[in-house]
């Protein structure tokens, strides 16, 4: 069984930026695509980006291009999460999750990933 543990959320000021790991262990997660979400209090889990196990291939919701990127480091199994330009409206709990279904690559909907982690909080104050 795998185990994806979350980290680097805090408070940040507007503007900021904040880098979030995810550190996966117990299984081989380094063949599969990994992707972000968030959830802000009283929201659905909403899909920010992924990037597939050749650490080339990413893709992101719209919502987000410019501000985050997604990267992974296949030597220390993490994926990584920077955020740029931070707005109070990113304020929420940051979770990874792995795509085990190769050719759901490109899925954003929650359903099709698995093996989350216990989520890291990202509050910005303005």
């Known amino acids: 069984q795998g185990q994806l543990v979350e980290s680097g959320g805090g408070l940040v000021q507007a503007g900021g930026s904040l880098r979030l790991s995810c550190a996966a262990s117990?299984?081989?997660?380094?063949?599969?695509?990994m992707g972000w979400f968030r959830q802000a209090p009283g929201k659905e889990r909403t899909f920010l980006a992924a990037i597939r196990w050749d650490a080339v291939n990413t893709y992101y919701t719209d919502s987000v291009k410019g501000r985050f990127t997604i990267s992974r480091h296949s030597a220390t199994n993490t994926v990584y999460l920077r955020i740029d330009s931070l707005k109070p409206e990113d304020t929420a709990v940051y979770y990874c999750?792995?795509?085990?279904?190769?050719?759901?690559?490109?899925?954003?909907?929650?359903?099709?990933?698995?093996?989350w982690g216990q989520g890291t909080r990202v509050t910005v104050s303005s």
């Open positions: 999750a792995a795509l085990f279904i190769d050719a759901a690559y490109g899925s954003t909907h929650p359903g099709d990933f698995g093996s």
């Open positions: 117990g299984r081989t997660f380094s063949s599969k695509t």
